[in-house]
């Protein structure tokens, strides 16, 4: 079994920041990317940034030079710092990651449960 926590949404004034993680645990044997995505009431879910296991990173456009994706592979965690917040930011934040998980040859995406941010104006 491969499941991933995520901790650290909350509310937040605009221009405030918050700070994400996302741990994985269970039988892994290997992860690639992983990433946060988020979902706001009514849209649909959007990727907000990625990284690979190499360290690679890409965000959305609507929060490059405010948000931070980092990962720690020894610990199989990543990580979201988010700053300058604004309203537009509210949203149900999700926490992927696609992991090749042990006694299975072929990797899948799993999902977290989910942590709301929400930012008041």
């Known amino acids: 079994q491969v499941q991933l926590v995520e901790s650290g949404g909350g509310l937040v004034q605009a221009g405030g920041s918050l700070r994400l993680s996302c741990a994985a645990s269970g039988s892994i044997f290997s992860i690639n990317t992983m990433g946060w995505y988020r979902q706001a009431p009514g849209k649909q879910r959007d990727v907000v940034a990625g990284?690979?296991?190499?360290?690679?990173?890409n965000y959305a456009d609507s929060v490059k030079g405010r948000f931070t994706i980092s990962r720690d592979n020894a610990k199989n965690t990543v990580h979201l710092q988010m700053n300058s917040l604004t309203p537009e930011d509210t949203a149900v934040y999700y926490c992927?990651?696609?992991?090749?998980?042990?006694?299975?040859?072929?990797?899948?995406?799993?999902w977290g449960q989910g942590t709301q941010v929400t930012v008041s104006s």
């Open positions: 992927s990651a696609n992991i090749r998980a042990e006694s299975y040859y072929f990797p899948r995406d799993y």
């Open positions: 990284i690979t296991s190499s360290g690679h990173t």
